[in-house]
Structures are given as C-alpha cells and as structure tokens.
C-alpha cells in the first residue's frame, strides 16, 4: 500500500474514533432526563414558601437560607440554582391549589417572588 493509502486509512480511523467520542457524548447528553413533574412536591413546596415567608418578597437564595425546618425539608439540599428553576417552571406552569407565584422583580442577585394564597382560586379548581 502507498503512503499515500496508509495516511488515508490512519486519518480514516482517527475520524472513526472521534465520530464514536461525539455519538457517546450525545448519547449521554441525550440520557439526562428532565425533572419528573410531581403535584405534590409542588403543593408542599408553595405551601412551605407561604407558612415560612408569608407574603413577603424572597429570592431562590433566601429559600435556600431559611431556618424554617418545613421549608428546608421540602427544598432536600437542592441548590439555588435548582430552587430557582423549581420557581421558574412552577411560575409558567400555574399549579392548581390556593397558591400563586408571582415574580415580583428581578435585581442583581435574580428573581424576586412573593406567594398570595387565595380561597377563590382554590374553589375553583
């Protein structure tokens, strides 16, 4: 075989080998699943925000530092970060019940949120 050949056949199998790194991370990219939507963690979550804070205003950080032993049961050691997308997807989601979040601002550190409980709207659901 040519020099030619055997510089094909080595660019070749190199080409090989990195399709087959990139088909393994997609593969494991593609693996990761979404967060399991689950009511009742939802519920227990707003639920705890309001017994814990009322209606006053609190960031994913604030949630993350409360004393409050309801709330940093609910929360399980998740993240800022993570508290901070529960937040945001229960905000586009609306979930059914009395609570509702409202994003109040967003400043330097990130959103700011206040729960309202409303009986009417735990009526009508």
Same mark, same amino acid.
């Given at each position: ?41 939802? $519920? ?35 993240? @800022? ?9 229960? $905000? ?11 994003? @109040? ?11 309202? @409980?409303?009986?009417?709207? $735990?009526?009508? $659901?």
């Amino acid at each position: 075989m040519s020099t030619l050949g055997t510089r094909v056949l080595a660019e070749l199998a190199a080409l090989r080998r990195d399709v087959a790194g990139m088909v393994a991370r997609i593969q494991a990219l593609e693996g990761r699943t979404r967060p399991v939507l689950d009511p009742a963690a939802d $519920h227990r979550l707003l639920s705890a925000i309001a017994g814990a804070r009322g209606r006053a205003a609190f960031s994913a950080r604030d949630l993350s530092a409360s004393a409050d032993s309801e709330l940093r049961a609910v929360l399980d050691g998740r993240s @800022v970060r993570a508290i901070g997308a529960w937040l945001k997807r229960l $905000h586009k989601t609306a979930p059914e019940g009395p609570y509702r979040l409202e994003r @109040v601002t967003r400043d330097g550190a990130g959103v700011v949120w206040m729960v309202s @409980v409303s009986a009417l709207r $735990h009526t009508q $659901h």
